[in-house]
Antibody, heavy 122, light 107 residues
Framework: EVQLVESGGGLVQPGGSLRLSCAAS????????MIWVRQAPGKGLEWVSS????????DYADSVKGRFTISRDNSKDTLYLQMNSLRAEDTAVYYC???????????????WGQGTLVTVSS | EIVMTQSPATLSVSPGERATLSCRAS??????LAWYQQKPGQAPRLLIY???TRATGIPARFSGSGSGTEFTLTISSLQSEDFAVYYC?????????FGGGTKVEIK
């Protein structure tokens, strides 16, 4: 059974930093790209960042580029999101998700974690 | 960036009735379209990918159709557990983009 479990969310002041983790199990982690998606309170879904299976390729939404860094440790089956220079508009539930098909370039998301809430406020 | 537009924003349906949800892309995405269901306090769940292929474990009452710029998710006979928010997502080009969602509520 595929499981994705996020952790690391919490309350942080504007300008602060936070590191999210996503522990994966139930599949061969290194074979799949992984994605972070966020959802602001009462709002829709927004893609944040993606990383290839090897970790050699990454991409970011313009809204977080230069502030967030995605990474993975395939020896630990864990995905990370380092978030720096946080702003109030980064307040959201952050989900990690697994790509559905490693054979295609752009992805749909077949499994999602339960999410972790990040609140940026003074 | 491809903009995804869903309509209506809210759909009021009685249990047992049919629900039809629409999703439009600002440019062609071929059949690279997915649908997700999200219930309050839960993560999204994949329903449909490739515009019409049901994901593992998804009941047959959920069906997807369309290609290019116009897509439809149909729930043939709404069950109580189907009242939720539904999102479409294109995966033809980066960045991945989602529609704003359609809330299916009990009439």
């Amino acid at each position: 059974e595929v499981q994705l479990v996020e952790s690391g969310g919490g309350l942080v002041q504007p300008g602060g930093s936070l590191r999210l983790s996503c522990a994966a199990s139930g599949f061969t982690f290194a074979r799949y790209a992984m994605i972070w998606v966020r959802q602001a309170p009462g709002k829709g879904l927004e893609w944040v960042s993606s990383i290839s299976g090897t970790g050699g390729g990454t991409d970011y939404a313009d809204s977080v580029k230069g502030r967030f860094t995605i990474s993975r440790d395939n020896s630990k089956d864990t995905l990370y999101l380092q978030m720096n220079s946080l702003r109030a508009e980064d307040t959201a539930v952050y989900y990690c998700a697994k790509e559905g098909d490693p054979l295609i370039v752009v992805v749909y998301l077949d499994y999602w974690g339960q999410g972790t809430l990040v609140t940026v406020s003074s | 960036e491809i903009v995804m537009t869903q309509s209506p924003a809210t759909l009021s349906v009685s249990p047992g009735e049919r629900a039809t949800l629409s999703c439009r892309a600002s440019q062609s995405v071929s059949s690279t379209l997915a649908w997700y269901q999200q219930k309050p306090g839960q993560a999204p769940r994949l329903l449909i990918y490739g515009a019409s292929t049901r994901a593992t474990g998804i009941p047959a009452r959920f069906s997807g159709s369309g290609s290019g710029t116009e897509f439809t998710l149909t729930i043939s006979s709404l069950q109580s557990e189907d009242f939720a928010v539904y999102y479409c997502q294109q995966y033809n080009n980066w960045p991945l983009t989602f529609g704003g969602g359609t809330k299916v509520e009990i009439k």
